[in-house]
């Protein structure tokens, strides 16, 4: 469970984030949209324990300090949007980093560690990659792998900014029932920046829409699809349309 409180993040005078309060699940799939600038990767990282607020307190099942980076990696697993450079990594290992955590820097590998790692590699589609050095893949690909890292960790809760972004419609989707998989089956809370509505509608429990710094809609998918509430939040004329095969609408710009 993650409890904001009195949240505010400003840049010099300006206040980039005004959350007063704010509990996320450890349980559900929650998904954050909103415009670009409008908050959604600050308060993904405020969340992470990347950066600290201007003011405001954030508590992780209860605590709001002196955990250790080993013990909050243990409660929570983050993928921001810019990854660090791995060079001379295969994808096997940089999935196994996922698991210094529970091993350590200098800890044995025991059955449950490489199980993780192959477990989180099949579930990505990169079992075939494993031995590939990650600068040698593609965007996608290298996406896909950190996303691997991340299962490995075994975390009871991830937070994903903008897991989506560099794949393709396939691996978009491909991912997206993954992590609810993972909600639903393990689970394990799932928080996720995106910029699609419908994927957010279609696999998040809850959503959460971001504008000019603050909460402008907190509700199901099924409050979220309006065509006046989504038009208001992103400032363009847009519409729903039927699905062809399903319940859900479609959001498109008119």
């Given amino acids: 469970m993650l409890d904001l409180t009195d949240i505010e993040m400003r840049h010099g005078a300006r206040t980039v984030l005004s959350v007063p309060e704010l509990s996320i699940s450890g349980s559900a799939f929650t998904a954050i949209i909103g415009q670009n600038g409008s908050g959604k990767s600050t308060l993904m990282s405020l969340m992470a324990r990347q950066q600290t607020p201007t003011t405001g307190r954030i508590f992780l099942d209860g605590c709001d300090h002196g955990l250790s980076q080993r013990d909050l990696a243990r409660r929570l697993a983050f993928l921001p949007q810019q990854f660090a450079d791995v060079p001379g990594l295969d994808v096997r290992e940089l999935v196994g980093l996922g698991r210094y955590a529970w091993r350590g820097a200098l ?126 939040l992103y400032g363009i004329d847009i519409r729903l349309l039927a699905h062809p095969d399903d319940a859900h609408p479609i959001a498109i710009v008119a």
């Fill in 107 to 232: 800890g044995i590998w025991k059955d449950e560690d490489r199980q993780a790692v192959e477990e989180a590699l099949a579930a990505t589609d990169l079992t075939g990659f494993a031995t590939r050095m990650v600068d040698h893949l593609s965007g996608g690909e290298r996406q896909r792998a950190w996303i691997a890292m991340l299962i490995a960790q075994q975390s009871p809760l991830l937070l994903l900014d903008e897991p989506t972004s560099a794949l393709d419609l396939v691996h978009q989707y491909s991912v997206m029932s993954l992590l609810r998989a993972l909600n639903r089956s393990a689970g394990r809370g799932v928080v996720v920046v995106l910029h699609d509505v419908n994927l957010a509608a279609r696999f998040s429990d809850r959503v959460i829409a971001l504008k000019d710094g603050r909460i402008a809609f907190d509700g199901t998918p099924a409050q979220l699809m309006s065509g006046r509430l989504l038009t208001e």
